[in-house]
């Protein structure tokens, strides 16, 4: 069972940028869609990007996000990262990283999730 650990949350200012990774157990990893998640206290969880499997996978993004977050795979070293620039406050959540065969928007899709990472944007 492939396990995955993300890292690289933080505290930031408004404007400024954190890159997420999500490193898998596994090289299997290279064989599941994978994507990124987000909860803010009170609210549901809810889709940021994916990424297809293998080299070259197809990526996906929410509009709240488009244009400033940027997902992507190192196949080499079984992690996908996300580039998070442009932070708003609205941005404030725990990001979640999730694996899965569909590439998908749908989080019921995925079968395996990480622990988490708290991004706090500060206005």
């Known amino acids: 069972q492939v396990q995955l650990v993300e890292a690289g949350g933080g505290l930031v200012q408004a404007g400024g940028s954190l890159r997420l990774s999500c490193a898998a157990s596994a090289s299997t990893f290279s064989s599941y869609a994978v994507g990124w998640f987000r909860q803010a206290p009170g609210e549901e969880r809810e889709f940021v990007a994916a990424?297809?499997?293998?080299?070259?996978?197809?990526?996906g993004y929410a509009d709240s996000v488009k244009g400033r977050f940027s997902i992507s795979r190192d196949i080499g070293k079984y992690t996908v990262y996300l580039q998070m620039n442009s932070l708003e406050p609205e941005d404030t959540a725990v990001y979640y990283c999730?694996?899965?065969?569909?590439?998908?928007?749908?989080?019921?899709?995925?079968?395996?999730w990480g622990q988490g990472t708290q991004v706090t944007v500060s206005s």
């Open positions: 999730a694996a899965g065969t569909y590439f998908t928007k749908g989080d019921r899709s995925y079968d395996i």
């Open positions: 990424i297809g499997p293998w080299r070259g996978g197809a990526t």
